[in-house]
């Protein structure tokens, strides 16, 4: 019997729920989709929409889906190959929902994401709008990555982290990671000998733990992903649980199964969150100490004064980091300029450029410190 705690207890009245299931809880290396397990997973999850809530289904499996008829033995590593068998296998889990929730008269829309849909801000918002009138529309949103057309450099690659973005942007109250394993434990559970860890309420409960990768072969992250992810989640303020697919009627029942991760006190703001933990940066724009105090300290924009280097490829409107002298990344921002266009600024006072070029390189208001999220 698994105490009650605030954390599981708000998980279990989340108006707002995002549930993601992993490739191992849904398909099979030979087999592919495993229909049966797909069936109890959704009669869980049919039952909570029953009880009232707006839930948002992000599900892995397209690839494991599309290795049996592809005669794929595993999972390919090729991105070409992993590409062609999620194409064939995201039909199959699309078609697989439709059925599966038909049953209890419930409608599925399919919400397939890159990256840059979450990274350029009008495109986070549109996201926000398609996923709010699905809800509002009585749909369930099932929610996977588009694999078929992410290359190597934009793709999220892990759906932990894509739940855990999902799950801030349509403002969920609870994130609910699915796998094969029933909880976190403090080592990978196949060595023996570890200790399932119950909740997690300070990041304490973490230290000198080990976690290992995918055990059956065809998920990505293995538990590395998911502590990443809920840990994420709970410092933007949503209680997260990590559990089995099997126990999810517990799961999304009373909540009393599993590993929870207790939220931080404040919620980030969609920006703030969209910002520090988007997708990675494109390009990094080094900072003198000047430039460092203005930026972290007093909130100012940046300007090309205070650059003295910049690196990467990335054009206006991408993120980038902003390094200190030391090297280490100090803040994160939305570039202004192409990267071609910075050398020729960079180190100049604003009254000496061209009236194009005058306006800041980092906004303010488009610029996180890290270190104070
Ligand atoms: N410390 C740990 N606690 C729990 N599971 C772990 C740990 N380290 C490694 N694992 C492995 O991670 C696997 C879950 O990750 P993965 O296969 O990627 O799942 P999914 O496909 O659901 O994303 C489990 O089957 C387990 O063997
Ligand atoms: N988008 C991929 C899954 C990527 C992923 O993160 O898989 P998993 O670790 O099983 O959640 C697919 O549908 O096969």
Redesign the pocket.
Known sequence: MVPVSETREAIAGAKRLVV??????LTTAGDGLDTARLDALVDALAARVAAGTQLVLVS?GAIGAGLAPLSLGKRPKELATQQAAASVGQLALAHAYVESFGRYSLTVGQVLLTSDDVVRRAHYRNAERTFSTLLELGAVPVVNENDTVATEEIRFGD??RLATLVAHLIGAEGLV?????D????????SGG?RR?HEVTHGSELDG???????????????????AAATTAAAAGIPVL?AA?AQAPTALGDAGTGTAFKPAGTRLSARRFWLGYAAGARGRLQLDDGAVTAVVRRRRSLLPAGITGVDGDFQAGDVVDLVDPGQHVVARGVVAYDVTELPGMIGRSTPDLPPEQRREVVHADDLVPLGKR
């Open positions: 993601k299931v992993g490739s191992s809880a892995s759906n932990d990671l699915l796998s094969d394993v909880a976190l434990y403090d080592g990978d559970p196949r570890t860890i733990l080990s976690v290992g990768m995918s055990s059956s072969g065809l998920g990505t992250g293995g538990m590395m992903s998911k502590v990590i697919a």
